[in-house]
């Protein structure tokens, strides 16, 4: 395993405590309003807004990371 793997692994994981610290603690209900996808504001507790907000920053992240083309391609020059 390469230091770059590890070290984004820890960052990940860093991350991902930080979402699960601040939804234990913040375990009231909340009014999460996003009028561009829903029409009415969403009432849910603070732990599951966080934890949705989270899921889709990694999804949309992994997804712009991850759509890059196969490899390096060879020069015309090359026979």
């Not at 070290?7 to 991350?15: D, G, K, P, T, Y």
């Not at 009415?40 to 889709?56: D, K, Q, T």
């Amino acid at each position: 395993m390469s230091f770059k793997s590890f070290f984004r692994i820890v960052v990940f994981l860093l991350i991902l405590f930080v979402v699960l610290y601040t939804g234990m603690y913040n375990t009231e209900t909340i009014n999460f309003s996003f009028p561009i996808a829903f029409s009415h504001s969403i009432r849910e507790p603070a732990a599951l807004i966080f934890f949705g907000v989270f899921a889709a920053g990694v999804l949309g992240g992994t997804l712009l990371h991850g759509s890059g083309g196969g490899g390096s391609r060879r020069s015309s020059k090359e026979k």
